[in-house]
C-alpha cells in the first residue's frame, strides 16, 4: 500500500511527494505518477519509489511502454548494488545498478542472501509500470 499523506490518487496523474524517513511496510512515490487499481506508472524522468522492507530479497513486477525498453536504477541503503547482491535481472552500468525492462514480467531486484531491514530507492525512466512487490524470507542452502 502506499504511504503517501493523501494516499493514492487512482486513475488521476498525479504528483506524489515524500521527504521523510519511510516506515516499514507501504511504499511511497515520489514524481509525477498515472495510476489505476492496478499500477502506477512513471510520467516523468524523476519518478522514485522508496521502500523500507525486512527480508531476504525483494521482486516487483513492471512493465514498459509497448514496443520499449526502459530501465529502473536500484539503491539499497542509499548506494548502488554490491556485486553479491545483485539477481539475474541485475546490470551495472557507470557504477550504478540497474534492472533493464524489455517485457511485463517479475522482475528480481535485489537478493541480500540474508534476512535483513533495508531501505530500498527505485529510480525510473518515465514509460515504465510498477505493479507488485513480492520478498523472499530465507534462502534454500544449496544441495538442500
Same mark, same amino acid.
Given at each position: 500500500?502506499i504511504?503517501?499523506?493523501?494516499?493514492?490518487?487512482?486513475?488521476?496523474?498525479?504528483?506524489?511527494?515524500?521527504?521523510?524517513?519511510?516506515?516499514?511496510?507501504?511504499?511511497?512515490?515520489i514524481?509525477?505518477?498515472?495510476?489505476?487499481?492496478?499500477?502506477?506508472g512513471?510520467?516523468?524522468?524523476?519518478?522514485?519509489?522508496?521502500?523500507?522492507?525486512? #527480508?531476504?530479497?525483494?521482486? =516487483? +513486477?513492471l512493465?514498459?511502454?509497448?514496443?520499449?525498453?526502459?530501465?529502473?536504477?536500484?539503491? &539499497?541503503? @542509499?548506494?548502488a548494488?554490491?556485486?553479491?547482491?545483485?539477481?539475474?535481472?541485475?546490470?551495472?552500468?557507470?557504477?550504478?545498478?540497474?534492472?533493464?525492462?524489455?517485457k #511485463?514480467?517479475?522482475?528480481? =531486484? +535485489?537478493?541480500?542472501?540474508d534476512?535483513?531491514?533495508?531501505?530500498?530507492?527505485?529510480r525510473? &525512466?518515465? @514509460?515504465?509500470?510498477?505493479?507488485?512487490?513480492?520478498?523472499?524470507?530465507c534462502?534454500?542452502?544449496?544441495?538442500?
Amino acid at each position: 500500500w502506499i504511504g503517501n499523506a493523501g494516499g493514492f490518487k487512482e486513475d488521476l496523474v498525479e504528483e506524489y511527494a515524500f521527504d521523510d524517513d519511510p516506515e516499514e511496510g507501504p511504499f511511497y512515490a515520489i514524481g509525477k505518477w498515472a495510476s489505476t487499481a492496478e499500477y502506477l506508472g512513471s510520467e516523468a524522468a524523476d519518478c522514485k519509489v522508496l521502500l523500507k522492507y525486512s #527480508a531476504a530479497g525483494v521482486n =516487483l +513486477v513492471l512493465a514498459s511502454k509497448p514496443d520499449s525498453v526502459g530501465e529502473v536504477e536500484i539503491l &539499497q541503503d @542509499g548506494k548502488a548494488l554490491s556485486d553479491s547482491q545483485k539477481t539475474k535481472d541485475t546490470v551495472f552500468r557507470d557504477g550504478r545498478s540497474l534492472v533493464r525492462v524489455d517485457k #511485463a514480467r517479475m522482475y528480481s =531486484l +535485489v537478493d541480500n542472501h540474508d534476512f535483513a531491514t533495508h531501505t530500498l530507492e527505485l529510480r525510473f &525512466q518515465p @514509460g515504465i509500470a510498477a505493479f507488485a512487490f513480492t520478498f523472499t524470507s530465507c534462502v534454500s542452502g544449496e544441495g538442500a
